[in-house]
Every structure is written in C-alpha cells, then in structure tokens.
C-alpha cells in the first residue's frame, strides 16, 4: 500500500497498464518496439526496432542510458541500419555486415540508432546468463518500459529511485556520464542506497503485476 505522503513526495501513475500478455511492447513517445524472442532450454532475445523517423531516435536518445551489468555478459546482432555502442568510454558503430558484438559484465555501455543512420534499426539483444533470480530479463524490461510508458500518459517525470530500484533488483547499475570518474564499487553501494529509500521510504516495488508474468 501507498500512502499519501510517499505519493506527494514521489508521484508515480495513478494506474500501471498491464503488458504480460503482449510478447512486444512500444517504449515511450513511441520510438521503439521490443520484440520477445523465445529460444529452446527457456531461452530468451529481444528483438528491437528504432524507428528512424522518430525525434528520439533521430537525437540518439532512444536506447538506455549508460548502465553496467554486473553479473551478465551482452551480446548484439545488427540486422538493419546503424547500431550506436559505447562500452568504457570507447565508440562502436555497427551494420548488418558486423560480427557480434559481446560486451562482458562490468563494462559501462549504452547504446542508440547512430547518427549516420538512414533506415529504421533492427537489431538483436541477449544476456549470458539469461536465466535466474535478480538479472537481466524479459521481467526487467517489462517493467521499466511498462513504468515509464505509464509516466508518459500521465505527465510525469519519472522516478530515478524507481529507476535504481529496477536495475538494482537486476544486478545492473546505472552510471551517466557525470559518474565516469566513480568505481564500481561507489556505484554499488550508491544503487543500495538508492533501493533503500525507493522500497523502504517512497513505496516503490522491485516489480508490478501488472508488468511482471
């Protein structure tokens, strides 16, 4: 339950759209699909489309931003135009005519459809491992899409807290660019912080029914 001083501390939406039963989902101001791509052995990918003619895609702004795996390792596959990735400072840029690209855990990264791009991105996104408690997952991008596409039909801005508290619960750590100089370590102890006063202060839950299968 939220009481009413933790929702005048941190408003957050009045009701959260349910997006269990979809297997894609469209990321705020709609700039994005997500594509849910089942393998053998419980395996997972997701497939994702920048749209090209998008003011958020068009301003590299469509992809997440700077984050740090802790306990997976990522691998990215181009199928169609131009894949922007940063890992620890240094610029990929990527094709269909690219190898894939694996980013181990504890790299800083972040990625967007690159400005030299002249057609809608398509590309393939998978962790390693993909199975198991507090990581990565289809659960994870449910919810944090679910949570900020819910904050944009409603005007809000929204959480970073919230925002801490879904990467913490998945073993993931945002670091912008104004974090650079921080070690891993800071960071960590920094996104524990964070989580705590998310649940235990402001009511804010590590997952949401709604957005959760």
Same mark, same amino acid.
């Given at each position: 339950?939220?009481?009413?001083?933790?929702?005048?501390?941190?408003?957050?939406?009045?009701?959260?759209?349910?997006?269990?039963?979809?297997?894609?989902?469209?990321?705020?101001?709609?700039?994005?699909?997500?594509?849910?791509?089942?393998?053998?052995?419980?395996?997972?990918? +997701?497939?994702?489309?920048?749209?090209?003619?998008?003011? @958020? @895609?068009?301003?590299?702004?469509?992809?997440?931003?700077?984050? %740090?795996?802790?306990?997976?390792?990522?691998?990215?596959?181009?199928?169609?135009?131009?894949?922007? %990735?940063?890992?620890?400072?240094?610029?990929?840029?990527?094709?269909?005519?690219?190898? @894939?690209?694996?980013?181990?855990?504890?790299?800083? $990264?972040?990625?967007?459809?690159?400005?030299?791009?002249?057609?809608?991105?398509?590309?393939?996104?998978?962790?390693?491992?993909?199975?198991?408690?507090?990581? +990565?997952? @289809?659960?994870?991008?449910?919810?944090?899409?679910?949570?900020?596409?819910?904050?944009?039909?409603?005007?809000?801005?929204?959480?970073?807290?919230?925002?801490?508290?879904?990467? $913490?619960?998945?073993?993931?750590?945002?670091?912008?660019? %104004?974090?650079?100089?921080?070690?891993?370590?800071?960071? +960590?102890? +920094? $996104?524990?912080?964070?989580?705590?006063?998310?649940?235990?202060?402001?009511?804010?839950?590590?997952?949401?029914?709604?957005?959760?299968?």
């Amino acid at each position: 339950m939220v009481w009413a001083w933790q929702l005048w501390l941190s408003p957050r939406p009045r009701r959260r759209t349910a997006n269990t039963s979809q297997e894609s989902f469209v990321t705020s101001g709609n700039a994005a699909l997500y594509e849910t791509v089942s393998k053998p052995g419980g395996l997972w990918a +997701i497939k994702e489309t920048h749209y090209i003619g998008n003011p @958020v @895609v068009k301003a590299g702004l469509s992809g997440p931003p700077l984050h %740090i795996h802790l306990r997976q390792d990522e691998y990215f596959k181009v199928e169609q135009g131009t894949l922007g %990735i940063i890992t620890d400072g240094v610029e990929h840029v990527l094709t269909n005519d690219d190898a @894939v690209l694996f980013i181990p855990a504890g790299t800083r $990264h972040r990625f967007w459809s690159h400005r030299s791009a002249s057609e809608n991105l398509v590309f393939s996104a998978w962790a390693d491992p993909c199975k198991g408690d507090h990581i +990565i997952d @289809v659960n994870f991008l449910r919810n944090a899409v679910g949570y900020l596409a819910d904050c944009e039909k409603e005007g809000l801005q929204p959480s970073l807290f919230q925002l801490i508290l879904f990467f $913490h619960n998945a073993s993931s750590l945002v670091s912008p660019e %104004i974090c650079d100089w921080m070690p891993i370590w800071l960071l +960590i102890w +920094i $996104h524990i912080a964070g989580a705590w006063i998310a649940e235990t202060i402001l009511g804010y839950e590590r997952c949401y029914p709604e957005y959760s299968k």
